[in-house]
């Protein structure tokens, strides 16, 4: 059978039967304090939407007919297009610090689980639902910390701490910042701003080919370059289905964004923000140094 | 500083402890020298073991466990078009290619039997895992995320992995999983005793046929219990620091140091 003895002068060990130290006052245990020091409650966890913007491609190329015919009606091969995407900028927040309640002074840890359930969902992302990295079961947080997004771009954290005897909670979100304008791939949407528009204003009005990408300012193309990310498609139309002059012989521009048969520029159905709510046990402890 | 271990069986208390200054009787609760045994939550720092407290009883050997993560294929997909035709030559246009795809899988670590849900910890590679460690990273993004949960019969392991418009390979992982109890007091056993072939303390909550989560000799394990947050996040990545060790993610902008943290051993 095991034993506790002081055979270490000053010192209480508990052993098992080996000789196994279970534990001594040179070697103790974590202690967790009494029950009605445990802090037992209800837990929201909310992310805020991302700052966004619009980025608009509109491509027209026209050339003059080659096929065969004459007159109005021949064939023309002129097209025109236009995508709309909402874009997350890059960010790093902070958000609180909350309190969520107060343990006794004197106690140096804190184990903490939680047990959430995603109650608000962010948008899909790119298509595919962004999937909460913890289950609505009960997760411990070691230290306090708990990542619950991970994306391409984006993280999300929360963390459970002390400050003092008060138990704060925080909430981090973090998007990638995609660098200059030099490093994004010529011709894609992160490539923005550099529409090689000729026309008074970027109305294609009349103009010949052309293509690119920009960001929307107000109902129609802002300027330079503007960080961000494909998030999130707002609409496609394809070419050649415009409903200009002469069936689907497209109207010179109809679908740039100051045309009549423009792409929508309204995102507002793109909200990225999530909640995580439910419960959240703390037991305050003591852990010898 | 001199430990004692005190009982004060009127009181139902029994403690280990330096002794707080004052003096007084020692077989008296009330005496100063015993205030860190009758009021422990006020003197936490003087106080090895109190009856009044809880430990992390081991529940079952530690055991390490091997998960096989899958493959996720890539993808992609295009916003727009990729090409459109002008009679037969083809014209580029700007369409988004959108890369990736996510899923999701969960996995059972070790079944614990003990129909409540108790503390369990789970290691990866020496390390404490948290929710949302990333075991697995590859080129464009590509990423493994797991989190240990804790259920009523079972610890288990969320994944959440995504590909990018390549595939994310399998590939095994092996784990460790401390499962404890957390003991509580049984009235029909004694506050100290000898018999029954075990020494039992505080009915029941220590008795030395059992292991307990104690601090360790020294140096780090596995079970380094932090004491401070252990995630931060920039530039849209996290660094991870548990035990004294970091984890970071490829882009990681800033300069997040491991908090203090107590190396624990069974």
Request: charged share 15%; proline share 9%; net charge neutral.
């Amino acid at each position: 059978m095991g034993r506790v003895h002081n055979e270490k002068p000053g010192v209480i060990t508990v052993e098992g039967d080996g000789g196994e130290v279970r534990w001594s006052s040179e070697f103790p245990p974590v202690n967790l304090l009494p029950e009605a020091d445990w802090i037992d409650t209800s837990l929201s966890v909310a992310f805020p939407d991302f700052s966004k913007f619009v980025n608009y491609s509109h491509n027209r190329w026209y050339n003059p007919p080659s096929w065969p015919g004459t007159g109005p009606w021949r064939p023309s091969t002129s097209q025109d297009t236009c995508v709309s995407l909402t874009m997350i900028e890059p960010e790093n927040r902070v958000l609180g610090p909350t309190t969520i309640g107060t343990i006794p002074a004197g106690a140096n840890y804190i184990d903490v689980r939680v047990r959430l359930n995603r109650t608000k969902s962010p948008y899909t992302f790119r298509d595919q639902g962004v999937p909460p990295l913890i289950p609505n079961e009960w997760v411990s947080l070691p230290g306090g910390s708990c990542l619950v997004e991970a994306t391409e771009i984006w993280r999300r954290s929360f963390d459970i701490v002390l400050s003092g005897n008060e138990v704060q909670l925080v909430r981090r979100q973090s998007v990638i910042d995609p660098g200059p304008v030099s490093a994004q791939q010529p011709g894609s949407p992160q490539d923005n701003g550099r529409l090689p528009l000729s026309g008074a204003g970027g109305d294609p009005w009349g103009q010949s080919s052309y293509q690119g990408w920009g960001w929307i300012s107000g109902s129609t193309f802002a300027g330079s370059y503007r960080k961000g990310h494909p998030a999130a498609l707002i609409q496609h139309k394809p070419p050649s289905a415009n409903g200009g002059l002469g069936g689907d012989t497209p109207q010179y521009g109809g679908k740039h964004p100051r045309r009549f048969n423009a792409c929508s520029i309204n995102n507002s159905a793109h909200d990225f923000s999530s909640t995580y709510t439910g419960q959240i046990v703390i037991r305050p402890g003591y852990i010898r140094t | 500083m001199i430990a004692v271990l005190r009982g004060f069986p009127a009181e139902g208390i029994v403690a280990c402890f330096d002794e707080a200054p004052g003096g007084g009787d020692w077989r008296d609760i009330n005496a100063p020298r015993n205030a860190p045994a009758k009021n422990p939550a006020a003197h936490v720092s003087r106080v090895h073991w109190h009856s009044e407290f809880f430990q992390y009883e081991l529940a079952m050997p530690i055991q390490t466990v091997t998960v096989e993560h899958p493959a996720l294929a890539g993808r992609s997909i295009y916003w727009g078009y990729n090409l459109v035709y002008d009679g037969n030559n083809p014209v580029s246009t700007t369409g988004y290619l959108v890369p990736g795809r996510v899923a999701t899988a969960s996995h059972t670590l070790v079944n614990h039997g003990l129909d409540y849900v108790p503390l369990a910890f789970v290691a990866y590679g020496g390390r404490m895992l948290m929710p949302g460690v990333a075991v697995q990273t590859a080129s464009a993004g590509r990423s493994r995320f797991v989190s240990p949960y804790i259920t009523p019969g079972a610890v288990g392991l969320r994944e959440v992995y995504n590909s990018s418009s390549s595939g994310l390979g399998a590939v095994s992982r092996a784990y460790q999983v401390m499962v404890f109890r957390v003991p509580v007091e049984d009235a029909s056993l004694p506050l100290f005793s000898g018999g029954g072939g075990e020494t039992i303390i505080g009915r029941g909550k220590v008795r030395t046929s059992r292991t307990y989560a104690r601090r360790e000799g020294g140096g780090a394990s596995p079970f380094n219990i932090d004491q401070a947050r252990t995630v931060d996040l920039n530039n849209g990545r996290a660094r991870i620091a548990t035990g004294g060790s970091v984890t970071t993610e490829a882009g990681y902008g800033g300069a997040f140091t491991a908090p203090p943290f107590v190396p624990v051993g069974v």
